[in-house]
């Protein structure tokens, strides 16, 4: 008999909901913990793993800008004070860099500056300009990206981290494979894995 192969389905977490709730079936999902810890409460998971990963909130700037320091509190006021646009997306995760300006107290100061597109579209609208520009979203997408410069994560008082979660469908038709999978999420080589690519 030839292994079945593995399909990857990609999207935002409302989306990947949608596509259950329209009666799709999967093996593994891995999405934001809430959404893990509803359905496990419904009985949906035969196993779940939480937290999987944490993913922290980042700035880029264009290719070839000045990198600003934003290690710590002063140093990011500064830098979103300084820019020209400031550009985030309307998805969930995304959301929480709009809520971190409020949170540092520079939502005033900047309002004029921000630039808010749908989708997952922030960096691309980040690539068209040619001033003084940032992108605010999470890490991981930032150092994905090879067209843009990651400036790094935000600093403590500025961070909101999203944390991911996975569970194996009570459904599955592969539960071994599906739960060996799972835990192998949280084991040492995934977590050096992770960990490169912005996600902790």
Known sequence: MQPRGVAVVYGT???LTAKLAAGEKADVLISLAPEIAELAKTGGFAVTQAPMAGIKLGLA???????????MLAAIKTALLRADTIIHNDLAPDLAFARQLERIGVTEQVKSKIVLVKGNGQ??????????D?????????IAAKSVQSAGALPREAQSETIYSAGVFAHSQSPDAATAFVFFLT???AIATLSAVGAK
């Open 13 to 15: 977490a409302p989306a």
């Open 61 to 71: 700037v264009r290719s070839g800008a000045a990198v600003p320091h934003i290690n």
């Open 123 to 132: 960096l691309e609208e980040l690539m068209k300009r040619t001033g003084n």
């Open 134 to 142: 940032m992108a605010g979203g999470q890490l991981t997408k930032i």
């Open 187 to 189: 084991s040492p080589k």
